[in-house]
């Protein structure tokens, strides 16, 4: 393996020229980093989500008051040539996307602002590859107890479940996952179920276990990490208890964001931002994660994690230090140091890696 591609999503204020979406190349061993070819022009692509036959499509949210979503395609070149309009998302500020329907549609989590709640857009995927128009957008309702985060429901994350049967919504704003099935012949969502989290929890990401029978959700306002059971009869989640993603227990200005599983599933990743700390716990008891180490994440607010192909790596965005980080995994404890490689780009805010040929 020669190494690893590396496309960047960042947000594009400030007075920095170079902004939007970003090439870079990794080594294998996570030792060198650098950036490829020119900047692909884009408003604040927060998010972004390969597709295609062979991950030849790039499709980027645009984070904005006003949301939208376009494809990209990748030639082979140091650039994404743009593929067809930017499609809006009837909301504001969408900060996911993901493919589901088998490939068929584009779900977008529009997270809303104080005069927009927030809601689902989804949008069917033409036969080149670019967005087509919404065919649905379903709105959530609800609120939460901390009132200048959860006066009204805010999507910070939507999937598909393992089994691609239903959508699932991840809501900050309102403590819960909503469960949709997906009527692809019409083009809408259902909601079927609605899982609550304890009040003020505020969950903002989540991931499944390889087993499928747990999922872990990250609570940006509880500072904890939910260890779920999951019925995939009904699509529901149920609470079995809370990890503290603080390793003094003392809340502080912290915001935990991005989370990660080992596909052997073994070792799981969350970061801090406030302390910009990375943080590893074992599923040796998938029920009981436990904390193995607590170490910097080598720059300011990192927004979202990511591990490469061959789980020997991860790499960190940190938004606030215009950085990504390079961390080299412990095979036996998972534990990460940094590489000492880092890759300068303006308020990186994800990161997508695949292997090169």
Not at 6 to 25: D, E, F, K, Q
Not at 61 to 67: A, F, Q, R, Y
Not at 99 to 106: H, Q, R, S, T
Not at 262 to 274: E, I, M, P, V, W
């Amino acid at each position: 393996m020669q190494g690893f591609e590396l496309t960047i999503g960042s947000y594009t204020g400030g007075p920095n020229p170079i902004r939007g979406i970003v090439r870079a190349g990794l080594s294998a061993d996570g030792a060198t980093v650098a950036a490829r070819g020119e900047v692909t022009p884009f408003a604040d692509p927060s998010w972004l989500v390969r597709g295609g036959v062979d991950g030849e499509l790039l499709y980027a949210v645009d984070e904005g008051p006003t949301g939208r979503v376009a494809a990209f395609v990748d030639r082979g070149q140091d650039w994404f040539e743009p593929h067809g309009a930017a499609m809006p998302t009837g909301g504001s500020e969408p900060c996911y996307a993901a493919l589901v329907g088998g490939g068929a549609f584009l779900a977008v989590a529009n997270y809303g602002d104080a005069d927009d709640r927030g809601s689902v857009s989804l949008h069917r995927i033409e036969p080149d590859g670019s967005v087509g128009g919404q065919t649905h957008l379903a709105s959530l309702e609800g609120s939460g107890p901390e009132a200048d985060r959860q006066a009204g429901p805010h999507a910070h994350m939507v999937r598909e479940s393992p089994d691609g049967r239903f959508v699932l919504a991840v809501d900050l704003g309102t403590d819960s996952i909503h469960t949709f099935t997906l009527e692809a012949g019409q083009g809408t969502l259902m909601q079927v179920a609605r899982s609550s989290f304890r009040p003020g929890f505020g969950p903002r990401h989540l991931v499944f276990h390889p087993a499928g029978t747990y999922a872990y959700v990250v609570g940006e306002l509880g500072f904890s990490l939910a260890v779920c059971t999951y019925a995939a009869a009904g699509g529901e989640f149920a609470v079995l208890g809370e990890v503290p993603l603080l390793e003094d227990g003392v809340p502080g200005s912290d915001f935990p964001s991005a989370v990660q599983i080992a596909s052997d599933g073994r070792f799981l990743y969350t970061a801090n931002r406030g302390r910009d700390t990375l943080l590893t716990f074992s599923l040796a008891d998938p029920a009981k994660p436990q904390l193995v180490s607590t170490v910097p994440i080598g720059g300011a607010w990192p927004r979202d994690i990511v591990l490469s192909p061959d789980g020997t790596l991860l790499l960190s965005a940190n938004q606030r230090s215009d950085s990504i980080s390079v961390f080299r995994l412990d095979p036996a404890t998972g534990v990460p140091e940094q590489t000492g490689a880092s890759l300068k780009v303006f308020a990186p805010a994800c990161v997508l890696m695949r292997a090169e040929d």
